[in-house]
């Protein structure tokens, strides 16, 4: 039985551990990417028809961004991560939308840059979420042995 302290460290009973650094970079390849192009996707349609920002809400952007956190936090444990760097994963993912509402929306569409950190701010949460979700999930997956 691993110890909980081997976890947080990225060790574990059925998976091998890895640099911190090697299992972010091995994690995080295909989220940012996944995530760079929805957030390119979204802001574009916004750009072209304004009136869709009543559609892209809170109750419809928290589910997309949590599973990206998810994925993140699940991925980096199954590179050899622990939780906390799973944790780093989800708060390096998180930073693109924050990056996309203030700079994107907030300055470039003009809503302004309170409204843009403040949805930049949910948006890093739902990531950072979804990544310990994802994290506590793989870490609390039974070992091959047991």
Known sequence: MTS?????AGS???RTTAHPIAALRAALIWPIVSLLVTGMWHFTVEAIW???????????LGPILLSYGAWAGYRTVMAGGGYVAAIVAGAILGLLPLMLDIVG????LGRGIDTGALAGIFGFSMVLFGSLLGAGFAVSRPSVAA
Not at 105 to 108: A, E, V
């Open 105 to 108: 929306f907030g300055l470039i």
């Open 12 to 14: 574990s009973d059925s």
């Open 50 to 60: 304004p009136d869709l920002r009543t559609l892209f809400v809170p109750a419809v």
């Open 4 to 8: 909980y302290a081997e976890v947080a």
